[in-house]
């Protein structure tokens, strides 16, 4: 990948965050972080990760596991976050987080 690419990409994600960050779902991420599972061994995890289950449905639990395994997960392997945002599975999080907070 080139210089401007990876500008252009990270510009991309940062506005998506910035989304992604806005009270309800800055909530919502918050709390993901201090939820407590075994994210390693959840069995929907690489299927959101490869975007072959949809977050769009998901429920506001497994949203929330899905913020806390991505946390984590990019610790391990750093571009995890990157890699959502390029797949449009954060903009879906975000979304869905965003209904969740909203009662549907």
């Known amino acids: 990948m080139d210089a401007e690419g990876d500008a252009a990409r990270a510009i991309e994600c940062e506005t998506k965050l910035d989304t992604l960050l806005d009270s309800a779902v ?5 709390r993901s ?12 995890w690489p299927e959101y990760l490869a975007g072959t289950r949809s977050i769009v449905t998901a429920s506001v639990e497994d949203a929330l596991r899905v913020c806390s395994a991505m946390l984590r997960q990019e610790r ?15 903009t879906q999080l975000a979304d869905r987080l965003r209904q969740g907070a909203v009662g549907n």
């Open 76 to 90: 391990f392997v750093e571009g995890t976050i990157a890699g959502l945002v390029q797949s449009g599975t954060l």
């Open 26 to 30: 800055a909530r919502a991420f918050l």
């Open 33 to 44: 972080a201090a939820q407590e599972f075994d994210w390693t061994t959840w069995k929907p």
